[in-house]
């Protein structure tokens, strides 16, 4: 009789575990989903545009590309792309530039940002961590379901970019579209960049109580790291540095020229990602968070 007691309560404890984390995921999806819905939207459309630009005007471009020669600008775009301005290989490698565009990295970044800072950071700023906190639940289960959500929104995101990069050669009707082998590196390599921004946000998000302070914690590190990819060009001493910034394990140029997996790169993209996260979560686990 004790024996069935037991298991009931054990099956009764295991079903309302169940349901405060589908709770937490219904809670997190709730309140994302517009952002994630716009963002989508907004890569797709962009992703499209650019890369039906890109491929019709590659002659125009590359010859332009070209008489720039040792111009400041063209050394910037290599950065960007991840190319060696001396080693250009023409319109092949020109469509490079759809997946590194300013707009594209700031709407990737710009999403998981807004979203990795809304817990705790944000909960507390709003007054609603006493609530969120009094579930009975261990808290690194409310930040395995937030970052689940967030993950998976994030693959959307990339599903909508790669899309919009079919939907564009489509549009061009091109006789040599981009290879899907060659695409899919990018992509693995590109989210594995994305984990990282989203580490570092998580990071600042469990360290301060204010969401603008995280916002701006996360924003900063990404334009330092923006700052030392572009200066190894111009300033030697920035070499010594260049490990540090984010476009060095992400060079969409060569990977689509080669069609080889960056493997190096991404493993320390992933690595780092997950010591951010990992950090993240023994921190917040641990430390006295604010209820007002």
């Given at each position: 009789m004790t024996i069935v007691l037991d298991e009931r309560v054990n099956s009764a404890s295991t079903s309302a575990r169940t349901e405060m984390n589908l709770?937490?995921?219904?809670?997190?999806?709730?309140?994302?989903?517009?952002?994630?819905?716009?963002?989508?939207?907004?890569?797709?459309?962009?992703?499209?545009?650019?890369?039906?630009?890109?491929?019709?005007?590659?002659?125009?471009?590359?010859?332009f590309w070209k008489s720039l020669e040792e111009s400041p600008i063209l050394e910037m775009v290599s950065v960007l792309m991840g190319v060696d301005p001396e080693k250009f290989g023409g319109p092949d490698q020109l469509i490079a530039l759809a997946w590194v565009h300013p707009v594209i990295l700031a709407t990737l970044w710009a999403h998981?940002?807004?979203?990795c800072t809304r817990m705790p950071a944000g909960e507390v700023q709003r007054g609603t961590s006493d609530i969120l906190l009094s579930?009975?639940?261990?808290?690194?289960?409310i930040l395995v379901s937030e970052c689940l959500v967030w993950m998976c929104s994030g693959a959307l995101l990339f599903v909508?970019?790669?899309a919009g990069n079919r939907v564009?050669?489509?549009?061009?009707?091109?006789?040599?579209?981009?290879?899907?082998?060659?695409?899919?590196?990018?992509?693995?390599?590109?989210?594995?960049?994305?984990?990282?921004?989203?580490?570092?946000?998580?990071?600042?998000?469990?360290l301060t109580d204010r969401r603008g302070r995280a916002i701006s914690v996360t924003f900063?590190?990404?334009?330092?790291?923006?700052?030392?990819?572009?200066?190894v060009p111009f300033w030697k001493p920035a070499e010594h540095v260049a490990f540090l910034g984010l476009l060095h394990y992400y060079q969409p140029a060569a990977i689509?020229?080669?069609?080889?997996?960056?493997?190096?790169?991404?493993v320390?993209?992933?690595s780092a990602g997950f010591v951010l996260w990992m950090a993240s979560l023994f921190i917040f686990s641990r430390r006295n968070v604010s209820t007002s």
């Open positions: 709770g937490l995921t219904y809670k997190s999806v709730r309140e994302t989903w517009a952002l994630t819905l716009f963002c989508a939207i907004g890569v797709l459309l962009f992703e499209a545009v650019i890369s039906y630009v890109v491929i019709t005007y590659a002659p125009r471009i590359v010859n998981e940002i807004t979203f579930w009975p639940v261990p808290r690194w289960t909508m970019v790669a564009g050669h489509y549009i061009a009707d091109t006789d040599s579209p981009t290879p899907v082998g060659h695409i899919l590196p990018v992509l693995v390599n590109f989210f594995a960049l994305y984990l990282v921004v989203g580490g570092v946000a998580w990071l600042a998000s469990v900063s590190v990404v334009i330092v790291s923006f700052l030392i990819n572009f200066l689509l020229k080669q069609g080889e997996w960056p493997l190096g790169n991404i320390t993209l992933l």
